[in-house]
């Protein structure tokens, strides 16, 4: 089995043809997010608090333009920013 179902021809574009993740592609894309959202926390949890708010007010408006909706949470939320990591409350209200 591989990590994609070949679908039928896109009825808008012939040219393109739609694909769908199999199970196994799925659970693919799914680990390698995780271990690619555990980096990138390593990375930014080695930043001094200035740093990682410059850095999230960067990249949430390097994500806009290709549609992204910006965090929503508030900074108190313990859920994972959407670019990967957590920011203590602490450490949020000192940014």
Do not use: C, K, Y
């Amino acid at each position: 089995m591989g990590f994609l179902h070949v679908g039928q021809t896109n009825p808008d574009n012939r040219r393109e043809t739609r694909l769908r993740l199999t199970d196994e592609g799925r659970r693919t894309v799914e680990d390698v997010t995780a271990r690619r959202r555990a980096e990138i926390a390593a990375i930014v949890g080695d930043l001094a608090p200035q740093q990682r708010a410059t850095l999230v007010e960067a990249l949430t408006a390097f994500n806009a333009p290709a549609g992204e909706e910006p965090h929503a949470a508030a900074l108190d939320d313990p859920e994972p920013h959407s670019l990967g990591w957590t920011m203590p409350v602490a450490m949020a209200h000192d940014a």
